[in-house]
């Protein structure tokens, strides 16, 4: 039986950017054989209800923050969208380009290399912006930036929609994983996937609901809406997914998927 629930193996996977593109994950980050990869539908799941959460997206003008190689910049192109994105890579620019406008010359929004905290277009220029899987890599102080260039660009009224890990969830989870490897007489030295070296340490700024509004609404975002959705393992029985996803705890979501509006009244105000 298929569903999200789903996994699927393929060794035809022909770059990274291609195995990210489709949901195709390493089996494991010390393991790994070098070829074989998972398709991780439950990681799909989450990216559909991010761009749904940014409502009706046809001819709207959309910011994709930290757009990386194009991989939602492309959907939202897909959807109707005219959409613009900025990222720090160059290559990774150069990749979203062709990916979501070919070679042609007639493109309907561009994309540009440079750090989010000094976004390179004009002010209200956007009906929604878009952020995924960018905002655990910087600071504090630096989202702070960020959000302030995100309100700038927006239309009053205008959507923003972020996707990131929830660190709410990954306390909890690596907690159990450390109460596991005890009763299994096995180390509880395991820390949270991109932190402490583990694999690496680029995910710095791992957040949850609570700071994430505390920002927005200091900057006359309005209260974000946080998206739910069932949290799918294997080991986790349906029905136990089912009774989590009831209650709507948002220390059990795994992603923070949240969307807001800009001030229609500030946001007019500003420019009186």
């Not at 998972?38 to 959309?62: H, P, Q, V, W, Y």
């Not at 979501?100 to 905290?117: E, H, I, K, T």
């Not at 000094?118 to 930036?145: G, P, Q």
Request: net charge positive; charged share 25%; aromatic share 12%.
């Amino acid at each position: 039986m298929k569903g999200w629930s789903t996994t699927e193996k393929s060794q035809e996977i022909e770059s990274v950017n291609d195995a990210w593109f489709r949901g195709y994950y390493t089996d494991s980050h010390d393991n790994w054989d070098g070829r074989t990869w998972t398709r991780n539908f439950a990681e799909l799941c989450t990216r559909d209800i991010a761009i749904m959460s940014l409502g009706e997206l046809k001819d709207k003008r959309i910011l994709d923050v930290g757009c990386g190689d194009g991989t939602y910049a492309f959907a939202l192109s897909k959807l109707g969208s005219n959409v613009s994105g900025q990222d720090l890579s160059a290559e990774r620019i150069t990749q979203a380009t062709q990916r979501v406008y070919g070679l042609g010359n007639n493109l309907m929004g561009r994309f540009v290399c440079g750090d989010a905290s000094n976004l390179m277009f004009d002010s209200e220029t956007f009906d929604a912006v878009f952020s995924a899987d960018f905002f655990e890599h910087i600071s504090l102080s630096k989202k702070r930036e960020v959000l302030a260039e995100i309100y700038r660009v927006l239309k009053p009224g205008g959507v923003l929609v972020i996707k990131t890990p929830n660190l709410d969830y990954l306390r909890i989870s690596i907690n159990v994983r450390r109460i596991l490897n005890l009763i299994r007489l096995r180390s509880p030295l395991v820390f949270i996937a991109h932190t402490k070296n583990n694999p690496d340490n680029e995910h710095v700024g791992l957040t949850n609901y609570r700071e994430m509004r505390d920002e927005l609404e200091a900057l006359f975002f309005h209260t974000p809406t946080f998206h739910h959705h069932i949290l799918r393992r294997k080991k986790l029985p349906r029905f136990i997914s089912n009774f989590l996803y009831f209650f709507r705890l948002k220390p059990l979501s795994e992603h923070l998927i949240i969307s807001t509006r800009k001030s229609i009244f500030v946001g007019i105000a500003d420019n009186l």
